[in-house]
């Protein structure tokens, strides 16, 4: 997590991690002060906009404390669907399928491509690039079933 904070805190300039009431390592703690990054851990009551279009105001505790911010980044934590836990896949310590690098499962004829096998970096594009990626070696294994 702290590799994406500084990461994104050389677009932001000042940045402040909100942790929603999960506790962190006193490491990770101790990193984020030496970059300059506060961390607050009070759980959030709610995201207030500005009222001018999409704009935001800051975010509200639940002990309704107000944070002012100009911009929120979000880091949702991979969720899987049902069927890949009745298939009882294997995932990944960040919540992805484990796959190999070509897409394949250890489930033979089962391959993952997307967000499923992403982790942390969902996005729409990256998710498209993977199932592009992944449809060459499905392509080879069909083909070669003929």
Not at 6 to 15: I, Y
Not at 54 to 59: E, H, I, K, P, T
Not at 78 to 106: F, N, Y
Request: proline content about 3%; aromatic content about 4%.
């Amino acid at each position: 997590m702290l590799d994406q904070v500084r990461f994104l805190k050389n677009w932001a300039g000042t940045m402040t991690v909100l942790t929603n009431g999960s506790t962190m390592r006193e490491e990770t703690l101790a990193d984020l002060g030496q970059a300059g990054i506060q961390s607050i851990a009070t759980p959030i009551g709610r995201v207030r906009g500005s009222g001018r279009k999409s704009a935001l105001a800051g975010v509200t505790c639940v002990d309704r404390s107000f944070l002012v911010i100009e911009s929120l980044w979000i880091r949702p934590k991979q969720c899987q669907t049902s069927i890949v836990h009745k298939l009882d896949l294997a995932l990944r310590d960040d919540g992805a399928i484990l796959r190999s690098a070509s897409g394949k499962t250890p489930i033979s004829g089962l391959y993952a491509a997307g967000d499923c096998s992403a982790g942390h970096l969902q996005q729409a594009i990256i998710a498209v690039a993977d199932g592009a990626r992944t449809m060459f070696p499905i392509i080879h294994d069909l083909s070669m079933m003929n």
